[in-house]
């Protein structure tokens, strides 16, 4: 996951510095860097839907269990007459004792703690974000320091050329540099 947003950052802040002139220049602001991470996460994406079903069992723990209906035959094609036997049976749980409220309760706790999980991934990847932007700007920074300093480097080594040409310094001082 620390790849896959560091991934997205770097490519959109050097596909932004790098290029032809004609390209347009685009910029990925932090602001920008975590709705896109948040947006395209699919951990975050998966937590939030098994929030949703988790959701979705406060319902189902709230209802009264379905009536149950069974049929049943015993003794069929006997050869004596009115033998066969046909039995229907109609059954409802009756819960006392709380259990409802108690299987709410559980559902709600589960709901809580799922929830708190989105929270968390969703942190998660706002903290990962800012360090891996942090961390591009930094390396951009590095890079723009050695391109200074090679143009530095550059020019010193032409004062020492102009310098060892005019005979101030040895070619032994100028190939130190």
Same mark, same amino acid.
């Given at each position: 996951m620390d790849r896959f947003i560091f991934f997205i950052i770097c490519v959109v802040f050097f596909t932004a510095t790098v290029g032809n002139a004609q390209d347009r220049v685009t910029t990925l602001s932090l602001e920008e860097a975590i709705a896109l991470a948040t947006r395209?996460? #699919?951990?975050?994406?998966?937590?939030? #839907?098994?929030y949703q079903a988790t959701r979705a069992n406060e319902i189902t723990a709230g209802l009264i269990p379905n009536p149950a209906l069974s049929y049943m035959a015993e003794q069929l094609g006997e050869p004596e007459k009115n033998k066969d036997q046909h039995t229907f049976i109609l059954g409802q749980v009756i819960e006392t %004792? %709380?259990?409802?409220?108690?299987?709410?309760d559980s559902a709600r706790a589960a709901t809580r703690v799922a929830g708190h999980t989105v929270a968390g991934i969703q942190q /998660?990847?706002?903290f990962q974000t800012k360090k891996a932007y942090s961390d591009v700007l930094t390396s951009k920074a590095a890079l723009d320091l050695a391109d200074q300093n090679v143009k530095s480097?550059? !020019?010193? !080594? /032409?004062? /020492?050329r102009l310098r060892a040409n005019k005979g101030d310094i040895s070619e032994f001082e100028l190939l130190r540099i």
């Open positions: 395209e996460n #699919f951990t975050l994406r998966a937590a939030q #839907f098994d %004792g %709380g259990k409802r409220g108690r299987r709410l /998660q990847i706002v480097l550059g !020019e010193i !080594e /032409q004062i /020492q």
